[in-house]
């Protein structure tokens, strides 16, 4: 499958009273068209800010991306005047946030917010606009979609608002969704519906997808290709199977130890990850997990590690990739 | 195209509705000041736009007979040095009064508005070169400014708007930047941006009638504070210029001569002003409490 999008060295760091921050320090990686790419790591390894800087959303100042290139669809990204970047935002790309609650303008009906958006990227007229929310909204499952459009945001409730989001993200025939955290703010019950509703969308309709998460188990079930990330840096990526069953890098290993899995065998010990994320704006030459990882040796403090192949597909950066596996193996 | 798994329906609740008639005498027992106000603000809208039906003569009627004659049944508040009939000018005196208050408080709180929420919303240089400037013409009372673009400007009804309405636009803007600064911050915005909307449709659409109350607010405020200024201005002989019938000017004619021999002269016209400006204001407080959700209790 062609290419849809690839990121290439992005580098992404603000500037704060307390130095540079380096929320995204040189990250590669791509997305085919119609493939689910999930991109995991705990809070604040760069992965929003990633994303965000793919639609240029970076608040500027403090924000900016130093170094880099965004090629989506043949174009840099990063070097279109703001009026094709706005084409892109909604029209080719679109993003759906993390907070179901607050996405959505309070002070607007929900009609007006969708056919505002279709509209503008697609050139419908009011009438056109209205039948294809009306479509949009029965596809995202809402009922009665024609009186749910004269409403209001707060006669919704949080998973309602999720789905609008959706439709909205759908409304202009995007290329890529990127999906910040979906279902953070949701609870478990209606976290699924989203899911698989988002996975049978993008599906039917081609639309390729970024989840961002930190919910492993998404990962699993939802996601075709993983990149884990830490402290700004992809530090593994592979298929979801690869990453998932056979893990190259212990902070993966040490994601997987700290979930509860229905696959391995009951009574299992959940093992947490020790210590505290580094702060990024004191980030040494090392490797940046070596701090909290049992099988630091001295070298890592020297440089940090190289992205390498494993076996095809799947990469990881840790100098000892290959001794983990056995050392697992012997563990247990 | 394969199905959602589960469709939400559910019931609105809706809250019986009172009738209008009912639901005006509500909220008149819970804001018996603003009812005042409003009462106040109506009448001066019916006598502004009525005052050619309303008033017993002309304005400009000079009756000669009957200079400074004291208040009797045909002269209701009595006449002023030239015989015009007192009643009838502050009923007329209603028009100019109006006229300059909305007009200054809209075209003040409005350029505001945009102002302040631009500033919100681009931030850095741009916000600090418009505070800093909105700093500088805020170091001035509003009666110096005014005075100082009038005596740039010359006299008369445009140009007193013009001078009163400069001094509104930065007090506006402060207040509602504040508000569109917490607005800046919620998700929705950076959605709309992620929808490729331009700034000036994100500021316009999606910001500004989110700070709607605050602009409300500083409205009512300012028609207030406008006809007193325009009052003051026009006493002072910078403002409206007669013969057009306005508070100030009947004011300025009356109140030093005729203070002791004929005081209906100056009296009615600052008994005017006073209501007026009292009235707005108490309907102004009204309209706050009513818009803000947390002194909304009882």
């Known amino acids: 499958m062609p290419r849809l999008l690839e990121v290439e060295n992005l580098k992404t760091q603000f500037e704060t009273g307390a130095g540079i921050v380096k929320a995204v320090d040189g990250i590669s990686y791509y997305v085919d068209e119609g493939e689910t790419v999930a991109i995991v790591g705990e809070s604040g390894c760069g992965k929003s800010v990633g994303a965000m800087s793919i639609l240029r959303l970076i608040p500027d100042p403090p924000g900016k991306i130093v170094d880099g290139r965004i090629i989506f669809e043949g174009r840099n990204v990063l070097e279109l005047p703001d009026s094709e970047i706005r084409k892109i935002r909604g029209g080719q790309i679109s993003m759906v946030f993390q907070e179901p609650m607050t996405s959505l303008n309070p002070v607007l009906t929900i009609g007006l917010q969708l056919t505002e958006t279709m509209m503008l990227h697609l050139g419908l007229s009011q009438d056109e606009a209205d039948k294809r929310a009306v479509e949009l909204l029965g596809m995202v499952g809402i009922g009665e979609p024609e009186r749910r459009l004269k409403q209001y945001p707060h006669q919704f409730s949080g998973g309602m608002r999720q789905r609008v989001m959706i439709a909205l993200a759908l409304s202009c025939k995007p290329k890529l969704i990127i999906a910040d955290e979906p279902t953070t703010a949701l609870d478990v019950t209606i976290q699924a519906q989203i899911l698989e509703l988002m996975r049978n969308l993008t599906k039917d309709m081609g639309v390729a997808l970024i989840i961002i998460t930190h919910n492993l188990g998404v990962v699993a079930r939802y996601a075709e290709r993983v990149i884990v990330m830490y402290a700004g840096k992809i530090v593994e990526m592979g298929t979801a199977k690869q990453v998932y069953h056979d893990p190259h890098h212990p902070y993966t290993i040490g994601l997987l130890n700290s979930v509860p899995r229905m696959d391995l065998h009951r009574g299992r010990r959940l093992v947490p990850i020790e210590g505290q994320p580094p702060d990024l704006t004191r980030l040494d030459e090392g490797c940046s997990y070596r701090p909290r990882c049992r099988w630091a040796i001295d070298k890592c403090a020297a440089s940090f590690p190289p992205l390498e192949a494993i076996d095809g597909s799947q990469i990881a950066a840790c100098f000892r990739k290959d001794e983990l596996e056995k050392d697992l193996k012997s563990a247990s | ?221 300012f028609v207030g504070q406008a006809i007193l200024l325009e009052a003051s201005l026009s006493y002072l002989g910078m403002g409206v210029q007669e013969p057009t019938p306005a508070w100030g000017l009947m004011l300025q004619g009356g109140a030093e001569e005729f203070a002791e021999s004929a005081p209906w002269v100056p009296i009615f016209p600052g008994l005017a002003i006073t209501l007026a400006v009292f009235g707005f204001n108490l309907f102004g407080d009204a309209v706050r409490d009513l818009l803000d959700p947390k002194l909304r209790t009882r």
């Open chain 2, 1 to 221: 195209m394969s199905t959602p798994q589960a469709t939400i329906e559910f019931e609105d609740i809706e809250l019986p509705k009172k009738p209008i008639p009912a639901r005006i005498w509500d909220l008149c027992k819970r804001q018996p000041l603003g009812a005042f106000g409003a009462v106040v603000v109506i009448a001066m809208i019916i006598m502004a736009v009525f005052a050619n039906v309303v008033s017993p003569y002309d304005p400009e009627r000079a009756d000669f007979a009957n200079m400074l004659t004291a208040p009797n049944i045909d002269y209701w508040l009595g006449t002023d040095a030239f015989g015009r009939d007192i009643l009838t000018r502050i009923i007329y005196g209603a028009r100019t009064a109006l006229f300059v208050g909305f007009a200054c408080a809209f075209v003040g709180a409005t350029g505001g508005l945009v102002l302040g929420v631009a500033s919100a919303y681009f931030g850095g240089i741009f916000d600090l070169i418009v505070q800093r400037i909105v700093d500088v013409v805020m170091a001035f009372p509003l009666i110096i400014l005014a005075l100082a673009v009038v005596a740039t400007l010359g006299t008369g009804t445009e140009n007193v708007i013009i001078a009163i309405t400069i001094p509104f636009i930065p007090q506006c803007a402060r207040v509602v930047r504040s508000n569109a600064l917490a607005i800046r911050e919620i998700p929705y915005v950076d959605a709309a941006r992620a929808l490729g909307f331009s700034d000036s449709r994100i500021i316009l659409r999606h910001m500004v009638p989110n700070v709607m109350a605050p602009y409300l607010i500083m409205l009512t405020a």
